[in-house]
């Protein structure tokens, strides 16, 4: 079945340091890929998308690569600020599945002064 | 755009009781929305897909007579946790997929419901 592996947390980092949180996935076909981030109280905000192998989707400072040959979606940010504190979440639509999406079990982010 | 809101945020009941929580797409049609039960410090764990006009499809594991979901408009899906017990207090969350053009195939999640058993 479908499921997704992202690096434990909590990550913490001081402000502008670069940014890496780690997801895999295994899939079969060619499933769309997400990042989906959790501010404290809050419900889940889509951050970023890819539909095919190669793209990069991006928002807010934050990228991400679709990488078939590794089946990875690592996300990455050059600068991060206090505000991005907050539980990240990596997930996976596989085609045929209905549009049901598959999380990681999210990783913590600490950014301090 | 592409905002979903749920109601009540957060709701304290007596064991045994009825509660409703309501996922209101509100500013786009969304004939499919699904139904997340999230615990501490873990991920999303789907319930169920709830599609406007039809019954809902439960995950493997999820009482359906507890657990009862009705998704009467485009707009609009509710989930009653029928006779609640302390073990079903948890984070509730729906999402709305996307139908139109600029929201197309991409879930939208609300802010979730803290529910509280006593």
């Known amino acids: 079945g479908n499921s997704v592996t992202q690096m434990e947390g909590p990550v913490t980092l001081s402000e502008e340091a670069f940014l890496t949180i780690n997801c895999t996935y295994t899939?079969?076909?060619?499933?769309?890929l997400f990042w989906y981030v959790q501010y404290p109280g809050e419900g889940l905000q889509l951050l970023l998308k890819?539909?095919?192998?190669?793209d990069k989707g991006s928002n807010k400072g934050f990228e991400a690569t679709y990488r078939k040959e590794t089946t990875s979606f690592h996300l990455e940010k050059g600068s991060v600020q206090v505000s991005d504190s907050a539980v990240y979440f990596c997930?996976?639509?596989?085609?045929?599945?209905?549009?049901?999406?598959?999380f990681g079990t999210g990783t913590q982010l600490k950014v301090e002064l | 755009g592409a905002v979903v809101s749920q109601h009540p945020s957060w709701v304290i009941c007596k064991s045994g009781t009825s509660v409703k929580i309501e996922c209101r797409s509100l500013?786009?049609?969304?004939?499919?929305m699904f139904w997340y039960r999230q615990f501490p410090k873990q991920s999303l764990m789907l319930m169920a897909t709830?599609?406007?006009?039809?019954?809902?499809?439960?995950e493997q594991g999820v009482e359906k007579d507890k657990f009862l979901i009705n998704h009467a408009s485009l707009t609009l899906s509710t989930l009653t946790v029928t006779s609640a017990h302390p073990e079903d207090s948890s984070f509730y969350i729906c999402s709305a997929l996307g139908t139109s053009a600029d929201v197309t195939d991409t879930q939208y999640f609300g802010p979730g419901t803290r529910l509280t058993v006593l």
């Open positions: 899939a079969t076909g060619y499933p769309s």
């Open positions: 890819a539909t095919k192998a190669d």
């Open positions: 500013d786009f049609q969304a004939t499919t």
């Open positions: 997930a996976l639509r596989s085609t045929g599945g209905g549009n049901k999406l598959t």
């Open positions: 709830s599609n406007e006009g039809s019954k809902a499809t439960y």
